[in-house]
């Protein structure tokens, strides 16, 4: 069971960047077993996958996002990165931070909005 407390968002203009950050707890010695996400939900659409990391720091990528986001961890800080760069509109949206696949009662955390916009 993993609880997140995620943090770093704002309002940015197109084009700024932002770094979220996810603190983990509650993962007891095996975070650095786990991969972990980043998601995010727009108002009126279904949560997506935007990135995740393997164990041994594989990076995976939603193709909009690629080129533009970089996700990183560290396992000595329990915490889980997301530095975003070159921000759309499109982008708008809350980010959660979770394991990958979540659990099946979720155990999602409050998210940090991200708000793009000229």
């Known amino acids: 069971q993993v609880l997140v407390v995620e943090s770093g968002g704002g309002l940015v203009q197109p084009g700024e960047s932002l770094r979220l950050s996810c603190v983990v707890s509650g993962s007891g010695r095996i975070f650095r077993f786990l991969v972990m996400g980043w998601y995010r939900q727009a108002p009126g659409k279904q949560r997506e996958l935007v990135a995740d990391?393997?164990?041994?720091?594989?990076?995976s990528y939603l193709d909009s996002v690629k080129g533009r986001f970089t996700i990183s961890r560290d396992n000595a800080k329990k915490t889980v990165y997301l530095q975003m760069n070159s921000l759309k509109p499109e982008d708008t949206a809350v980010y959660y931070c979770?394991?990958?696949?979540?659990?099946?009662?979720?155990?999602w955390g409050q998210g940090t909005q991200v708000t793009v916009s000229s």
């Open positions: 979770n394991q990958r696949p979540p659990l099946a009662n979720g155990n």
């Open positions: 990391i393997t164990n041994g720091g594989t990076a």
